[in-house]
């Protein structure tokens, strides 16, 4: 709704106007950055975890909010993958993996004969520890011979 200004013009004729012009609506237009915290995390819960990806690369405050929303779920295939994965959720400042709810591992691991810090297997247990909202977790295909 436009609020109506009531002014006179030089010749003390009463004129009516809208408050916000074509001009002025277009500087009001509000960005999705620049809603509350609240409600900019709440939207994000139903992006996909590739697109929160996309707009935490965007900028700090974004990344703060979007960046829970990426590590919610997590899929590996590879065992490199898991330690990049490792590494990352223990460097990072605050701990990301609260956030992770659902977590699949499909892994090719040989059978070790003692378990030792390289280990995929000790990997996953450390992640898995890591995680207390963990909500889902599939792994398949976990030893080999």
Known sequence: MLLQL???DDAGC???EPAATQHDRSSLK?????????????IIQYLDCNTALNLAVTCRRAHGIAITRVV??????????LKTLHSTLQSSQPPLGHHIKSFYAY???RRPSFLDED????????IIQSAPNLRELRLSHLISG
């Open 6 to 8: 009531q002014s006179w």
């Open 30 to 42: 509000m960005q999705l950055i620049d809603l509350n915290h609240d409600v900019l995390h709440d």
């Open 14 to 16: 009463r004129s009516c």
């Open 72 to 81: 919610a779920e997590i899929c590996v295939y590879d065992p490199q993958k």
């Open 107 to 109: 892994l090719p691991i």
């Open 119 to 126: 280990t995929s297997l000790n990997i996953l247990s450390q």
